[in-house]
């Protein structure tokens, strides 16, 4: 059985769909999956023994200058690769008007949430199948259901795994014990304020551990080198891409990430994590997994999300991070 998987972002999104993967695997050994997906995160799917062929889009991209992307050669070699192969099913996991479009392109029953789960309800118009999946679910669960019914194979009982970490090589820096900090996000009411990383990386140095500081653009480089420039234990990564990021996590003791993509690679590698959500509930797409712990703070209706945000102290991070390392 061959199945083409339609989930292009968000990072975070895409790694939430990975436990599905391992559970279809399981329960059909024949099953293979294609998955269209944005050009910067290709290489996760990659990493997970079930997916056979990866097919890049620049969705992101492309919408910049759509006359020109859409009439040009990367958009016609994508439809050349969805109508390559013969498809069982195609099962839409992001429930977009973008993902049911892309979807629509291949010769296959289709499969989406049902308008009362999907997040567009446009896009069940392309669907054959429409199933319902209950919204207050984690957003890895409701993934992992939609596979379940639509592949018809019964939901495992137990925590999904991502399949990801017995297949990444094992690189052994002889790296002394650390933490990463990912203190990057894409929005700013999100971001966790940097005297409080300066603090928390003299506590993990009272305790033993280096602060690896990992940066994806010029903004995250800039604070990184300030956090770097207080904190005499805290160093300034290279720049990675999500391998190197994927080796550095399976090397270090643990980490802290604010509310990102990067925090959802580490708990699917089982990397003991704190992350840190304050106003932002946690319960449907907060980091899942062995050894993840959600910090958040109550509402306060007079408090903005950046004051809810530095009420998480650095000494209550590492209180909840120590005992997942030890």
């Not at 999104?13 to 391992?22: E, G, N, Y």
Request: aromatic share 8%; net charge positive.
């Amino acid at each position: 059985m061959r199945v083409l998987i339609v989930k292009t972002s968000s990072l975070g999104d895409v790694i939430h769909t990975l436990p599905a993967l391992t559970d279809a695997a399981a329960a059909l050994p024949s099953v293979t999956f294609d998955w269209v997906v944005e050009e910067a995160f290709a290489e996760i799917p990659q990493w997970h023994p079930a997916v056979n062929t990866v097919i890049p889009v620049a969705l992101r991209r492309w919408r910049k200058s759509p006359i020109q992307s859409f009439s040009g050669p990367e958009w016609r070699r994508c439809k050349a690769e969805l109508k390559r192969h013969h498809y069982d099913a195609v099962i839409d996991a992001q429930g977009l008007v973008k993902s049911a479009l892309l979807a629509r392109m291949v010769k296959a029953p289709r499969y989406g949430m049902d308008k009362d789960s999907v997040r567009e309800r446009w896009a069940t118009l392309v669907y054959h199948h429409k199933i319902p999946v209950p919204r207050d679910m984690h957003a890895v669960e409701r993934t992992r259901l939609l596979f379940a019914k639509a592949l018809k194979y019964p939901l495992p009982e137990s925590r999904g795994d991502y399949g990801l970490r017995d297949n990444l090589p094992q690189v052994q820096d002889n790296l002394p014990p650390g933490l990463l900090f990912f203190h990057g996000t894409a929005r700013d009411e999100k971001l966790w304020p940097e005297d409080h990383w300066i603090r928390l990386a003299e506590l993990a140095d009272q305790a033993g551990y280096r602060a690896w500081l990992p940066w994806g653009n010029k903004t995250e480089k800039a604070r990184a080198k300030r956090i770097a420039a207080n904190a005499s234990n805290a160093q300034v990564l290279p720049r990675l891409d999500l391998r190197g990021l994927a080796s550095m996590l399976l090397q270090v003791k643990g980490a802290v990430a604010v509310d990102t993509g990067l925090g959802h690679l580490s708990a699917a590698l089982d990397v003991p994590t704190v992350s840190l959500y304050g106003p932002t509930s946690a319960k449907l797409i907060g980091a899942y997994g062995e050894n993840q712990v959600h910090l958040s703070t109550p509402g306060d209706k007079d408090a903005t999300p950046e004051e809810q945000m530095a009420a998480i102290t650095p000494e209550q991070c590492l209180q909840a991070l120590l005992p997942l390392v030890r």
